[in-house]
C-alpha cells in the first residue's frame, strides 16, 4: 500500500504531481478556461459578492493564507484568514454577503465546523476547501471544491496542501473572471505557468538527494529558523509547521521583513535559516537579499531556496535549494515541496515515526 515507499509520507510527497495534473483536467479546459461547475452560485454571486472570510487550522490555515493572498490580488474583493479557534469566539463583522471559505482536508476538524456553523447562522453562503466526500464540513457548506487528493494517511500532511493551493489558484481566476478584474493576457499566463507546476514538482523531486543531504548536515541544531516573504510567508510557515511536526525540532517560521523587529536576535553560527528567495520578479526579492545578508553578517547558517540561474542570493547561502522557474504567485505550490522534503529527511536522521508523530492525530475533532 505504500507503493514501494518508506512511508506513507513519502509516498503522499511523491503523489502531488499527480493530483495537482488531475485537479488541472477536471476544471481546466482545452482553450485555458476555468469552470467550477460544481459550485452553486453564478456570475451574480460573485460580482455581488463584498468579501471573503477564510477560516481553518494548521496546515489548512496556511493554505488559507496564501490563497487570501490570491483572492486579493486577482478578484479585488477584500479577503482576510482567520484559524477556526479563533473566529469562532471573536465577533468578526461578517454578513450575508461575505462568503464564507472553509479549508479542511479531513472535513471534521472540530474548530472549523463550529466556525462555519457560526457563519450559517449569521447569514453567509459558505464554500468548503476538502478533501473527504460526506464529511461534516462538506454536508454543512453550500458549495464544496474537492481537492481530489486521495486518501491521505500521513498525519503530516502534504498532497492535501499543494491540493488546497491549487484549488486556490482556480478559485481566484474563477472569480476574478466573473467579476471582469482580470485581463485575459495575466489569466492566460497564470494558466499556462500553472500547467508546468506538476513538471516542476517532478524536477524538486528527482533531487530530493541532494536535499537529504543538507538535512542532515543540519538536523541535530536544537531550532531553525524559515523566512518567507509575501507568497512565500504561508510556505515558510508552512515549512517549519512540517518540520515541528515530524521531527520535534523547533522551528519557526516569520515574516522575513519582521526579522529586525526580534528574531534577528537568535541568530548565530549554529542556527540554520532557511530563506525563501523564489519570488525574482518581486519587489521584495531585493528586501529579501538584505535579510540574508544581515543573516549571513552575523554567521548565521543560510539554507536558501531559490530559483535556477540565481545569482544574488545563491552567493549568500552555505547550502542552496534551486527550483525551476515560475510566477511568483505560483512559486508556493513548488517550494513546499522542497520544505517537505528537508522536514522528511531531518526526522529520518532523527529517528522519529514520521507517519504517526507523537502526540498528533489525523484528524482533530475535539477542541
Ligand atoms: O483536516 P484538517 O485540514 O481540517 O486539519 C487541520 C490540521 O489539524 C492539520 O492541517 C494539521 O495541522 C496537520 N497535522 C498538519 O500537517
Same mark, same amino acid.
Given at each position: ?202 524536477? &524538486?523531486?528527482? =533531487?530530493?538527494?541532494? *536535499?537529504? @543531504? ?7 541544531? $536544537? #531550532?531553525? +529558523? ?68 544581515? &543573516?549571513?553578517? =552575523?554567521?548565521?547558517? *543560510?539554507? @536558501? ?7 544574488? $542570493? #545563491?552567493? +549568500? ?51
Amino acid at each position: 500500500e505504500k507503493a514501494g515507499f518508506e512511508t506513507f509520507m513519502l509516498k503522499e510527497i511523491h503523489e502531488q504531481p499527480r493530483v495537482i495534473r488531475g485537479l488541472l483536467d477536471r476544471h481546466l479546459d482545452a482553450a485555458g478556461r476555468i469552470e467550477l461547475a460544481d459550485l452553486p452560485w453564478d456570475r451574480e454571486f460573485f460580482r455581488t459578492l463584498d468579501r471573503i472570510m477564510i477560516v481553518a487550522c494548521g496546515t489548512a490555515y496556511h493554505a488559507g493564507m496564501y490563497g487570501r493572498l490570491l483572492l486579493e490580488n486577482l478578484t479585488g474583493l477584500a479577503v482576510e484568514t482567520d484559524l477556526a479557534s479563533e473566529f469562532r469566539y471573536r465577533n468578526p463583522k461578517i454578513s450575508g454577503d461575505t462568503l464564507v471559505i472553509a479549508v479542511s482536508q479531513s472535513g471534521e476538524t472540530a474548530d472549523t465546523l463550529a466556525s462555519i456553523r457560526m457563519a450559517r447562522e449569521i447569514g453567509c453562503p459558505v464554500l468548503s476547501i476538502c478533501n473527504v466526500p460526506g464529511s461534516s464540513i462538506v454536508r454543512e457548506s453550500d458549495g464544496v471544491l474537492f481537492t481530489d487528493a486521495g486518501l491521505e494517511i500521513g498525519v503530516a500532511s502534504t498532497k492535501a496542501y499543494t491540493a488546497q493551493q491549487t484549488a486556490f489558484i482556480l478559485l481566484a481566476l474563477y472569480a476574478a473572471r466573473l467579476r471582469d478584474e482580470v485581463e485575459p493576457e495575466r489569466s492566460a499566463e497564470l494558466v499556462e505557468a500553472l500547467r508546468r507546476i506538476p513538471d516542476a514538482i517532478h524536477y &524538486v523531486l528527482e =533531487r530530493q538527494d541532494a *536535499i537529504r @543531504a543538507i538535512a542532515e548536515k543540519h538536523h541535530d541544531g $536544537a #531550532s531553525s +529558523l524559515y523566512l518567507g516573504r509575501k507568497f512565500n510567508y504561508p510556505t515558510a510557515l508552512e515549512g517549519a509547521l512540517k518540520n515541528k511536526e515530524i521531527s520535534y525540532q523547533h522551528a519557526e517560521g516569520y515574516a522575513a521583513g519582521e526579522m529586525k523587529h526580534g528574531p534577528i536576535a537568535l541568530i548565530n553560527e549554529y542556527l540554520p535559516v532557511i530563506c525563501i528567495c523564489t519570488q525574482t520578479r518581486d519587489e521584495v526579492y531585493d528586501k529579501v537579499v538584505s535579510n540574508l545578508k544581515e &543573516v549571513e553578517a =552575523r554567521n548565521g547558517r *543560510i539554507i @536558501a531556496l531559490v530559483t535556477e540561474g540565481d545569482e544574488n $542570493a #545563491s552567493r +549568500l547561502a552555505e547550502d542552496l535549494i534551486a527550483v525551476p522557474p515560475t510566477l511568483d504567485e505560483l512559486s508556493p505550490v513548488i517550494n513546499v515541496v522542497a520544505l517537505q522534503l528537508l522536514a522528511y529527511y531531518a526526522a529520518q536522521a532523527r529517528g522519529t515515526d514520521i507517519d504517526k508523530p507523537r502526540n498528533l492525530a489525523k484528524s482533530v475533532t475535539v477542541e
